[in-house]
Nanobody
Framework: HVQLVESGGGSVQAGGSLRLSCAAS????????MAWFRQAPGKERGGLAA????????YYVGSVEGRFTISQDSAKNMVYLQMNNLKPQDTGMYYC?????????????????????WGQGTQVTVS
């Protein structure tokens, strides 16, 4: 099992930046796929970015590529999402997710079903 805890959310003005953190514990060894999803009010949860732990390959959906950067600190079992040039439409609950079979990619960001483990989320509000 993998336990995930997000932090770093808050309120920011449009054009500002935030860095979200995801602390992972449990089965963190080996090749995992760690991802960030966002759920805006009244909308389904959608994938934003993913990274392969231990390998470093990164994947982004088009709406955030160039503005958001996913990264990891393997020694600390942390995954981050640096968000720049934030827009009001970036408002929502941000979730960290993990899958442990080693498969990762943009395709896996198309649905929450591909990820077994989830954090409780951290709220981001952009005004």
């Amino acid at each position: 099992h993998v336990q995930l805890v997000e932090s770093g959310g808050g309120s920011v003005q449009a054009g500002g930046s935030l860095r979200l953190s995801c602390a992972a514990s449990g089965r963190t060894y080996g090749r995992n796929c760690m991802a960030w999803f966002r759920q805006a009010p009244g909308k389904e949860r959608g994938g934003l970015a993913a990274i392969v732990t231990g390998g470093g390959n990164k994947y982004y959906v088009g709406s955030v590529e160039g503005r958001f950067t996913i990264s990891q600190d393997s020694a600390k079992n942390m995954v981050y999402l640096q968000m720049n040039n934030l827009k009001p439409q970036d408002t929502g609950m941000y979730y960290c997710a993990a899958r442990t079979d080693g498969n990762c990619g943009v395709w896996y960001l198309t649905t929450t079903s591909y990820f077994r483990y989830w954090g409780q989320g951290t709220q981001v509000t952009v005004s």
